[in-house]
């Protein structure tokens, strides 16, 4: 189903997202979108996963348990199509398959991130959505990625959790 998102879609529905995107640029865009972006490396998952599992009640280490299959298995899914697709990134970058465009990991890690959180704590649905949206618009905004991948990063998380 994924894939169909990739096929589905033409260049030019990609290609016109990205010019709206890198017409409008500012550098105090680049510096926001740039903080969000890193807000859902692997990293952050793993901080959160040990802080979690260490220093909260047994709700919250639950809470990493699940975090941490959750991402994990999403990020292996999306490594695996990212080798199949093999995608090049909207700069042109395509040297490593396994860091090809499609789909975007930082949308699939994000949307996991927040889906199982937000089932967990249902205060915390509309933060945690609007979080991962943004971090999907980052992808996009500095031109990590074309709008399919992250529409289908997002999706995949969606559908594999």
């Known amino acids: 189903m994924i894939l169909l998102i990739f096929l589905i879609f033409d260049n030019s529905f990609d290609r016109n997202v990205r010019e709206i995107f890198q017409k409008n640029r500012t550098p105090f865009l680049d510096k926001t979108f740039s903080v969000i972006t890193e807000s859902a490396d692997k990293e952050f998952f793993l901080l959160s996963e040990v802080l979690l599992s260490t220093f909260f009640s047994e709700h919250e280490r639950d809470d990493a348990k699940l975090l941490f299959w959750g991402v994990s298995s999403v990020s292996v899914s999306t490594l695996l199509i990212k080798y ?13 398959p396994f860091n090809s465009s499609f789909p975007s990991g930082h949308a699939s890690g ?26 999907g618009v980052s992808r ?13 990063g997002s999706l995949l998380s969606l559908i594999h959790i």
């Open 84 to 96: 199949i697709t093999r995608r090049k990134r909207p700069s042109g970058e395509n040297e490593n």
């Open 110 to 135: 994000s949307f996991a991130f927040a889906y199982i959180l937000s089932k967990r704590h249902k205060n915390l649905t509309i933060p945690l959505f609007l979080w991962s949206s943004l971090v």
């Open 140 to 152: 996009i905004y500095l031109d990590r990625h074309w709008a399919t991948d992250v529409i289908a």
